[in-house]
């Protein structure tokens, strides 16, 4: 399991230098020692007074199903944008199979697979006209979007829909044809923000078999999720995050420790609290 640095103490101030990451020596890899599919390393973003993310270092394992756990708040979609081109930090690298995010951003891009959470689609185009337009946008010809997008349509359980506007999908529908849009061009990299929310159980099952495959053909696969039992069936790395801050990572097995991953979870995280204030809940009305 990885260990993580201490949080800035008092008097130090949590913006940090965006150039402080350049400053600080790294030990270069091994030669033959396949890159990371994903690295960050000592992301910072701050907006205005509040510190979204404080120093996140996280390697993602080339094929590797990774897990980003966390609480409301924890910094997760920030450090994910961040991660993924959405969002410029204030300091830090991001490393995509050994690409500089920063460096070459549309190449690195187009590694890429993203499932955003929150960011507008164009919706005033149907489910069809989207995800060729994604893929269009990635440089594939029409001949092989075309078949690649019949494909996704009748994967995700969309074709009855393919011509309906995307603005009036329900949310579930828009969360699939958003995976779809991430996937046309085949990336080797998927980063997918709570890609189970809304999303109605069968479509859930489908969705995880596209991703288990995804990942045995050799892809990398990064989920956010609130579910911490679905985190731990379907991810074989996981990392818990609070407060902007990576508190642990590695295995599954590593991170949980013998115990359910919500226990972990919930010990180091912390926050429990009881609900002796509502008494008057269990109190009958009559």
């Known amino acids: 399991m990885q260990e ?4 800035p103490g008092p008097g130090v101030d949590a913006g940090v230098d965006p150039t402080l990451a350049a400053r600080v020596p790294t030990a270069p890899a091994a030669p033959d020692a396949a890159p990371a599919a994903l690295e960050v390393r000592g992301l910072w973003r701050r907006f205005g007074a509040k510190v979204a993310v404080a120093g996140v270092d996280l390697v993602v394992p080339p094929g590797s199903f990774y897990g980003l756990v966390g609480p409301n708040g924890a910094g997760k979609t920030t450090t994910l944008s961040m991660a993924t081109g959405l969002l410029r930090p204030d300091a830090g690298t ?9 460096a070459d951003p549309v190449r690195v891009k187009g590694m890429l697979g993203v499932l955003p959470d929150g960011v507008r689609l164009f919706d005033r185009l149907s489910g069809e006209q989207l995800i060729t337009y994604a893929g269009l946008l990635q440089g594939l010809d029409r001949e092989t979007v075309a078949a690649r997008t019949a494909d996704l349509l009748g ?9 309906t506007l995307v603005v ?15 996937l046309v061009h085949a990336p080797r990299v998927l980063v997918l923000d709570e890609p189970f929310e ?7 099952a489908n969705i995880r078999e596209i991703l288990a495959a995804f990942v045995a053909g050799g892809g990398t696969v990064i989920v956010s999720s609130h579910v911490m039992d679905l985190v731990q069936r379907m991810c074989d790395h996981v990392a818990v995050i609070a407060g902007g801050r990576v508190l642990a990572a590695g295995t599954v097995d590593e991170v949980r420790a013998g115990r359910s ?3 972990r979870f919930v010990e180091l995280v912390g926050g429990r609290v009881s609900g002796e204030g509502l008494a008057w809940l269990r109190s009958s009305s009559d």
């Open 261 to 263: 991953l919500e226990e």
């Open 198 to 204: 809304a999303v109605d159980p069968v479509s859930a």
């Open 155 to 163: 994967a995700l359980d969309l074709v009855a829909d393919r011509n």
């Open 94 to 102: 991001v490393l995509v199979r050994g690409h500089d995010l920063w």
């Open 168 to 182: 009036d999908y329900s949310a579930g529908m828009t969360k699939k044809i958003a995976l779809a849009c991430a």
């Open 4 to 7: 993580h640095p201490t949080a």
